[in-house]
T-cell receptor, first 111, second 115 residues
Framework: LAKTTQPISMDSYEGQEVNITCSHN???????ITWYQQFPSQGPRFIIQ???TKVTNEVASLFIPADRKSSTLSLPRVSLSDTAVYYC????????????FGAGTRLFVKA | EPEVTQTPSHQVTQMGQEVILRCVPI?????FYWYRQILGQKVEFLVS????????KSEIFDDQFSVERPDGSNFTLKIRSTKLEDSAMYFC?????????????FGPGTRLTVT
């Protein structure tokens, strides 16, 4: 499984756009990139998944460059409630789904 | 919106005792998972389960642990002889097969405290 590297923590202010970048230099051809969000004392929640280029949903955008060695989760206009830990996962789509979470990025949104 | 449920929300047990953590996955999901999270640490994969058998397991999931789908709705994690270091939040998750997605739906967790 590809190793991922994310910043340990980030601070932002309400209303700002936040970009969290994840490095995955040894990503394999059949690997997908998935981001999860976790609030304290809750289970992780799926945010977005992509393979290449750009993916957007109602919550976030995911930018993946052509070499796929990194990815950037973009959260538009964050609010205090976006304060959470954000995890980048890289894994192949195969039966079994051995999902490995890294340390994540702790985002703190200030008023 | 359908959700994964877990019971109990908090379980306190003495070292050496057996515990069973229960989960009800989303009804049309076919892949099931258990994770644990020790306080202040990352989420750790324990096991995935499909078609009534274990698909993958981590090195944490040793002989002390077992999983079962005793009926059409429940998915359980049994810890045979609990140790102090088993104290953690245990999350159950489920996902649909047949899609290219890692969208797993997590339950609210069971906080296990071993004394």
């Amino acid at each position: 499984l590809a190793k991922t590297t994310q910043p340990i923590s980030m601070d932002s202010y309400e209303g700002q756009e936040v970009n969290i970048t994840c490095s995955h230099n040894n990503i394999a051809t059949n690997d997908y990139i998935t981001w999860y969000q976790q609030f304290p004392s809750q289970g992780p929640r799926f945010i977005i998944q992509g393979y290449k280029t750009k993916v957007t949903n109602e919550v976030a955008s995911l930018f993946i460059p052509a070499d796929r060695k990194s990815s950037t989760l973009s959260l538009p206009r964050v609010s205090l409630s976006d304060t959470a830990v954000y995890y980048c996962l890289v894994a192949p789509y195969t039966g079994g789904f051995k999902t490995i979470f890294g340390a994540g990025t702790r985002l703190f949104v200030k008023a | 919106e359908p959700e994964v449920t877990q019971t109990p929300s908090h379980q306190v047990t003495q070292m050496g005792q057996e515990v069973i953590l229960r989960c009800v996955p989303i009804s049309n999901h076919l892949y099931f998972y258990w994770y644990r999270q020790i306080l202040g640490q990352k989420v750790e994969f324990l096991v995935s389960f499909y078609n009534n058998e274990i698909s993958e397991k981590s090195e944490i999931f040793d002989d002390q642990f077992s999983v079962e789908r005793p009926d059409g709705s429940n998915f359980t994690l049994k810890i045979r002889s609990t140790k102090l270091e088993d104290s953690a939040m245990y999350f159950c998750a489920s996902s649909e097969p047949g899609q290219v997605t890692y969208e797993q739906y997590f339950g609210p967790g069971t906080r296990l405290t071993v004394t």
